[in-house]
Structure formats: C-alpha cells, structure tokens
C-alpha cells in the first residue's frame, strides 16, 4: 500500500524540485555568460553534428546569428564543400567507434563565413558521453592576424635570401663556435671553396695566422656585449692556397633575452686595393731607380729607432754608414747615364746581399746612400764596412767610401751627420776605404 502523501510533504518536495530546477537555470546562464565572454568563437553540436550552442564570437566571426545557427549542420554553416562529407564521416566515425583524427586535437583549418569568404582558424574539438547523449565541443580560433604576420614575415625572408643571394659581397652566418652555417655564393668565389665544403670549415681554418689573434679577440668582444661590431683587414687562404685580402664586418644577432645566437660576417675581397696600397707606399718610400728605401723612409726609421731605444732604455750600440760611390760623375761623363744608373743598382746589389734584415739601407741621394745597422758594435761595423768596400771593388767599376758613427743612448740626433763626416774622411783619404772607431 502506497504511503500517502501529505499535503506538507507535497509542499516540501515541489519546493525542492522548484530549487533544483532554479540551480540548473542558474548554471545554465552561467556556463552561457562564460561561453560569450570568450575570445574564440564556440559551436556545441549532439551526435548528429548540429548546432545546439553558439556562442558570440562564433556569431562575430562567421555572421550567423545563435538563431540562424541553432539546429542546422555545422558542416552547412562554416566547413568548406570540398571538407563537409569527411567532416561528417569523422564525426560518424567517432560516435561509432571513439576513434577520430579530429576530436581531442588541434588542427589548422579553413572554413567559410556566411559571406562566402574563407579565413584560416585553428579548430579544437572534443567530445563528451556517447550514443545519443554524445555531444561535440568545438572552439574556433581566427588565425587571419598570425597567417598574415606570416606571410609578412615569409616575405621578408624571401627578401633576405634574395638579398642573402645576390650580394656582391660575402655573406656569412656563423656559430659561436666559428662555424659558417651558411654561406652565399659571393664568399664561395671570394675563397674559391664550394658552399658543401666553406660550411664544413670555421673562421679560424681560413685566417692567415698572423691576423687570428686579433680577429678572435674583436669576435670575442662582440660575444660578450662590449661592442656591437667591428671591422678590420684580414687575410685569407683561397683554396688553391695564394693569399686574399679581405674586409670583414662582423656583427652580433641575439635573441629576445640578449643571448647571441649567431655572428653576421660581410667579407669583402680588397686583395686589388691592398696591392695598389703597397704599390703607393713602395712608391712613396723605395728609390725608383736601385729599390732600397729613400732618403724619407730612412729618416722615418731613424726615428722610430729613436723612440724605441728611449721607450725601453737600452744602451745597445748601433752604427750608420754613409757610403759615396766614387766616380759616378766620371762613369757618367765617359760611358754615358745608362751606364752610371747600371753601376749604381749593380752597387745597391752587392751590398744588400750582405745586409741583415733588420738592417735599413736607403739611397740619400744621387751618389749617396746610408745603413742603420741596429744592435752592431764597433768592432761590428769595422767589420762589415771593410767587406762592403772589397766586395763593391771586385764587382763593379768602381769603389766606395764608407763613414761609420755609432749610436748610443741620446746619440740619434746629429749620427747622420757624425757619419756623413767620416765619409768625407774617408774620401780624402783616396777613397775605396772607410773610416771610423
């Protein structure tokens, strides 16, 4: 027998079910607020794939009112012909088996609004329940800012690499290690060295040894944030093994945080400009008949020799010759100015075959020329002047005289002179000798 119901407990109970239903309504507009707040567009489709929810942004970005939206296919509002009969079969497929290639994924899709115009989302899908109680949860991002900064982006690489490319200078990426990660075809001719094998090598492979240490010194600046790029002249091994000059730009990329990333090498080929710099200055310092220096770079050496003995107080002797040829003006006179230029070069010869390295022998003038002779006792010069002038006598037409001044601490100034005297000794003495202490 059925327990009858009491007129309060009626109350009660309807009571409770009127709370109940109040809360879901509740949270019913809740869920609906949260949902068109949001920034992606939200489409809630049952088991058969129609709309049952849309939500704001889902009418601001494809055009479809919640009322337009409600109960049709979301396959007829925003997938594209040639995509709606697989999205239908993926959406059957999972209701019948679970398995979906779509659902609990992201993927990047195209869809179409109301309009006809397509854009580019990225569509999230999920699924809750099964059977007829299945529903699918699909929030819909516009990726039409991003595919356009792409774009952008994608054209301005195309625009590097054309730039990268066609560059009439080198162009290198290099690694912190000193890697070229990549190279153009500018600095392929300019090192004569295929990009497969340049981006095998490092910076420090091609560098002439002489200019390493600095050029790693400068990088290593750069790397640690103390300049933002440096330039320098800098020799270069070609393939085939000959020398190139070469002008280097380096710079530094980093990334957001400041950290480097890679090094930015230009490298231009100035291997024409070097030689024609060398040209000029052995113009500008070498004597243009016999190929010792001139009267200039000697005197400049004179003084470089000066302030080094000063800077490092040393009391190490040097000595200066001055040397005459005798009887230039009578080989002149009798054979002629071809056969005086002759004698002076076969003279300039002979006695640089007997010189140092360290030693710098200049033409002063016509008939004249001088030796620095660094680190040379008088003993020393005694000795090398009297070889000159035996060694001049049995090769030439003719003979020198030779003047010796040695140099001590605070002794450069007037050793030109002191030297130029003894000469004029040693002249009057018959010539074909020299003379000093």
């Not at 019948?96 to 899908?125: F, I």
């Not at 730009?249 to 090498?265: E, T």
């Amino acid at each position: 027998m059925d327990t009858p119901v009491r007129k309060g407990d009626a109350v009660e109970c309807n009571g409770h079910q009127f709370a109940e239903n109040a809360s879901l309504r509740a949270l019913d507009h809740l869920s609906r607020q949260a949902l068109d707040s949001a920034v992606d567009a939200y489409a809630g489709m049952d088991s058969s794939g129609r709309v049952v929810e849309w939500n704001r942004a889902a009418i601001r970005t494809f055009g479809w009112t919640r009322e337009e939206a409600v109960g049709r296919l979301l396959t007829e509002l925003i997938v594209t012909p040639d995509w709606r009969e697989r999205v239908r079969q993926d959406m059957r497929r999972y209701a019948e088996t679970g398995e979906s290639p779509v659902v609990g994924r992201t993927t990047a899709q195209v869809v179409c609004r109301k309009d006809g115009s397509e854009l580019p989302v990225e569509v999230s899908v999920n699924a809750v329940g099964s059977g007829t109680g299945l529903t699918f949860h699909a929030f819909i991002r516009d990726m039409t800012e991003l595919s356009e900064a792409r774009a952008a982006q994608r054209g301005t690489e195309a625009v590097f690499q054309a730039v990268f490319d066609n560059a009439p200078i080198g162009i290198a990426i290099v690694g912190l290690d000193g890697t070229f990660r990549k190279v153009n075809e500018a600095l392929c001719r300019i090192t004569g060295y295929p990009e497969h094998e340049l981006t095998r090598m490092t910076f420090q492979d091609l560098t002439f040894p002489d200019d390493l240490d600095n050029d790693v010194y400068e990088a290593s600046r750069l790397l640690r944030g103390e300049i933002t790029s440096y330039q320098m002249d800098k020799r270069y091994y070609a393939k085939e093994g000959h020398i190139i000059w070469v002008h280097l730009s380096g710079s530094m990329v980093r990334d957001a945080d400041g950290q480097p990333l890679n090094f930015i090498a230009h490298i231009e080929d100035v291997s024409a400009r070097k030689r024609d710099e060398q040209l000029l200055h052995r113009q500008a310092t070498r004597d243009p008949l016999t190929g010792v220096f001139n009267r200039a770079r000697f005197e400049e050496e004179l003084a470089r020799q000066r302030a080094l003995a000063s800077r490092h107080e040393y009391d190490e002797e040097a000595a200066i010759f001055m040397i005459d040829l005798d009887g230039l003006k009578r080989i002149n006179d009798r054979y002629g100015h071809a056969a005086g230029d002759d004698y002076l070069k076969n003279v300039t010869e002979t006695i640089s075959h007997r010189l140092r390295l360290s030693d710098i022998f200049a033409r002063i003038g016509g008939d004249e020329f001088a030796v620095l002779l660094p680190h040379t006792s008088a003993e020393q010069a005694q000795k090398l002047a009297h070889t000159l002038v035996d060694l001049v006598r049995m090769n030439s037409v003719g003979t020198v005289s030779i003047g010796i001044a040695m140099i001590g601490p605070g002794q450069f100034d007037d050793a030109l002179e002191r030297a130029d005297q003894a000469m004029y000794h040693a002249k009057k003495q018959g010539g074909g000798g020299f003379y000093g202490p």
